[in-house]
């Protein structure tokens, strides 16, 4: 595996592996690499013939407060679990690098669907994930590109983005892997105590409870959500931000439950919030399980 620093070095990389005919895929992640950024490293190497990770805590995705001098930093165990993946190169580049002319230079606007469930709570977040997503696929002009499920709405986003954008990648969205006892392995569960690591696998709960609901037959949006709140509350631990059912195109409120739709919720476990969902493709002869 080779590690790289800079763009430059990047963009040589992924326009000699073009050059010479290999289809490429780019895993974009911000470090601290867990058993499901490596689902992603797989899924990458069914599809493509040389795999990029990038490692990048992107400082314009965090809120002022929010955790960016503290997220998990450790770029030796990064590169030892990529390259034991099979990651080909692994390119860690500086906010300097990413952003040449400062934070407050160009970024991208994504509109609606960045302002509703995370948006309203981390306004600035998915300007800031849109923008370096868009800079990395500049770098590498990779064919696809993965994200995982658990951030369903960014998977939303950058689709939208793409669209938008007349990028020519395809987006792979990767199941979400979880720990045994359901919950979604995520960097920021290392922030968590062991009472509040007891506690966090509501969140799932809530959402198999409310799964089982619409595939009894409930298409009510409304009585789906009250039970997601009503299980979330369960937990005294758990503050919840929201629990609802959305469109899994546009994340519109889904009074109906049709077509593929996701059911969301957040929770603070003291300060650390989680996320999770579950997305559901609902036809007149059933439902079985989707992705965003
Ligand atoms: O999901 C993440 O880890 C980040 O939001 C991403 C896509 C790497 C952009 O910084």
Same mark, same amino acid.
């Given at each position: ?13 992924? @326009? ?213 709140? @009503? ?62």
């Amino acid at each position: 595996m080779t590690i790289v620093r800079t763009v430059e070095a990047a963009r040589t990389w992924a @326009a000699d592996r073009r050059r010479s005919g290999a289809r490429l895929a780019l895993v974009p992640t911000m470090g601290a690499l867990h058993a499901g950024h490596l689902a992603h490293v797989q899924a990458a190497r069914q599809r493509a013939d040389a795999v990029a990770l990038s490692v990048f805590v992107n400082p314009t995705q965090f809120g002022p407060g929010e955790d960016l001098e503290r997220y998990p930093r450790d770029l030796d165990r990064d590169g030892a679990l990529s390259a034991a993946a099979g990651v080909d190169l692994l390119f860690a580049p500086s906010p300097r690098d990413m952003y040449p002319g400062g934070q407050t230079g160009v970024a991208v606007d994504v509109g609606a669907v960045g302002t509703v469930l995370e948006g309203k709570h981390r306004p600035t977040h998915f300007r800031g994930v849109a923008t370096v997503v868009c800079k990395l696929l500049a770098v590498f002009v990779p064919d696809i590109a993965t994200f995982g499920q658990k951030d369903a709405q960014q998977v939303v986003v950058v689709r939208h983005v793409v669209r938008e954008m007349l990028l020519p990648v395809e987006i792979v969205c990767i199941p979400t892997v979880r720990d045994p006892d359901g919950l979604a392995l995520s960097s920021r569960n290392a922030y968590l105590t062991a009472e509040q690591r007891r506690a966090a696998p509501v969140l799932r709960r809530a959402l198999l409870e409310a799964e089982a609901m619409v595939r009894a037959g409930e298409r009510r949006g409304a009585a789906v959500e009250e039970v997601l709140r @009503a299980v979330l509350s369960s937990e005294r631990l758990a503050q919840t931000d929201y629990a609802l059912a959305v469109s899994a195109e546009d994340l519109r409120p889904a009074v109906v439950l049709q077509g593929r739709i996701l059911l969301v919720a957040a929770a603070r476990f003291g300060a650390t919030r989680l996320l999770d969902n579950t997305c559901l493709d609902v036809g007149p002869d059933g439902v079985s399980a989707a992705l965003p």
